[in-house]
């Protein structure tokens, strides 16, 4: 099995900058991407970033690009996610998703709240 484990959400100003991790554990040998995903109240979960985990290719959802980076630890077992220039729209729970051989693998999220 695997658990993914998010961490780093919080309050914070418009303008703000948070970093978010997640930490896999269990049968993380087969991992090939791991990426981050939000959820605001009343709306559908949206790509917000992910990463090969080989490679560490990249990719973003439009509205963060520029803002936000993904990045991996690989002997940690860790996906990273940094905002910056956070705005309130950014508000939402963050998930971490990882896949591997097939299969999806999520955390439970973390809170982000930008206020204005």
């Known amino acids: 099995q695997v658990q993914l484990v998010e961490s780093g959400g919080g309050l914070v100003q418009a303008g703000g900058s948070l970093r978010l991790s997640c930490a896999a554990s269990?049968?993380?040998?087969?991992?090939?991407?791991m990426g981050w995903f939000r959820q605001a109240p009343g709306k559908e979960r949206e790509l917000v970033a992910t990463?090969?985990?080989?490679?560490?290719?990249?990719g973003y959802a439009d509205s963060v690009k520029g803002r936000f980076t993904i990045s991996r630890d690989k002997a940690k077992n860790t996906v990273y996610l940094q905002m910056n220039n956070l705005k309130p729209e950014d508000t939402a729970v963050y998930l971490c998703?990882?896949?591997?051989?097939?299969?999806?693998?999520w955390g439970q999220g973390t809170q982000v709240t930008v206020s204005s």
């Open positions: 998703k990882m896949s591997a051989l097939g299969y999806d693998y």
């Open positions: 269990g049968r993380t040998g087969s991992t090939s991407r």
């Open positions: 990463i090969l985990w080989t490679y560490g290719n990249t």
